[in-house]
């Protein structure tokens, strides 16, 4: 039977779920109203508008693809769908210390890896401080930092705000650096391999500023949808409720952004599952090449965040007999 021969057929099965996210939207909506948003609610109408399409879009997909062999395939569309969402709408540098990430990306697109502190001219370098009134003042002192764009100070004074509150976000990127304070160097450099390959798009293609932050995010966003495409591809069992972990609404804010902490959601996500994948594994099914990369994951996640590492110690949960060597593990 042809595709389009089934679509009647599965919105009447999923009539039920559509009813209950547009009425979800609407509610929604409703309750965002302020005297804010009526002095641009044409943006804000829209917002929502292309929400509900691409959440009908979602929940269709879902019902054409709802057998445990493809619901990879559905956890990659809704995360794309809903995540490329946020990270055009989000404001510039919304997330809990987006600023910093991005600096830190902004250094490794350099193809610096392990970024390191510089003296600027004179030995000065710009100090960034909060005034009482929230506003961010910089100063110069006699210090020390890492190296970065120019367009580094377009984010910084353009902090929490909206495309549409800015004029400067149609400014092309500067090839002039500049030192700033902070860049995160304690991190992994591959939790911003993602962004950085974006970052590096928008200089090679002499993009606008703004394209930085989003192409950033949209890439950081890609990457975690492909680990948790594989995390639910390799697990044999709990599929839906990783699913449904890995698209919380918080989960795909953090993986729309270039924070590494999408991608400590991600390789968390994938290092359960496949640990539920071992767990469930034929007996005398495993080699040492399941326990090192089981062992490789934890440690990528445990660079990234330090108390992760003890995720490693999961692997002693699993059954011996689903070992081979029985003695492997000790």
Not at 13 to 26: D, E, G, P, T
Not at 118 to 147: A, C, M, W
Not at 164 to 193: V, W
Not at 294 to 322: D, E, H, R, T
């Amino acid at each position: 039977m042809k595709m389009s021969e089934n679509i009647p057929e599965i919105f009447l099965k999923s009539k039920n779920y559509l009813i209950i996210y547009l009425i979800f939207i609407a509610v929604t909506c409703a309750s965002t109203l302020s005297a804010r948003n009526f002095a641009n609610p044409q943006f804000v109408m829209a917002s929502f508008i292309i929400v509900a399409i691409l959440g009908i879009f979602c929940i269709i997909y879902y019902f054409m693809h709802d057998s445990e062999n493809e619901l990879y395939k559905v956890a990659f569309v809704i995360i794309l769908c809903f995540g490329i969402m946020s990270a055009l709408i989000v404001p510039i540098a919304d997330v809990s210390d987006e600023l910093e990430h991005l600096t830190r990306a902004e250094i490794t697109s350099q193809g610096v890896i392990f970024p390191h502190w510089e003296d600027g001219p004179n030995n000065l370098t710009r100090l960034y401080n909060h005034t009482s009134e929230g506003k961010i003042s910089q100063e110069l002192n006699t210090d020390v930092g890492f190296r970065t764009s120019q367009s580094h100070m377009f984010f910084l004074d353009n902090l929490e705000k909206t495309v549409f509150e800015t004029p400067d976000d149609t400014d092309k990127i500067s090839n002039s650096t500049m030192l700033d304070g902070s860049a995160f160097e304690q991190n992994p450099f591959y939790g911003y391999l993602p962004q950085a390959v974006g970052i590096f798009l928008a200089k090679l293609f002499d993009m606008n500023v703004i394209w930085m932050l989003w192409l950033g995010r949209i890439f950081n966003l890609v990457f975690y949808a492909f680990l948790i495409s594989l995390a639910i591809k390799i697990s044999p069992v709990l599929k839906v409720q990783l699913l449904t972990v890995a698209c919380i609404p918080l989960s795909i804010y953090q993986a729309a952004s270039v924070s590494i902490d999408s991608m400590m959601i991600g390789l968390g996500i994938l290092t359960i599952a496949y640990f539920i994948y071992l767990y469930k594994a034929e007996e005398e099914s495993l080699g040492a090449k399941h326990v090192a990369l089981f062992c490789g994951l934890s440690l990528l996640l445990g660079l990234c965040k330090l108390p992760y590492l003890a995720f490693v110690f999961l692997i002693l949960l699993v059954p011996q007999g689903n070992f081979k060597d029985k003695n492997i593990l000790r």
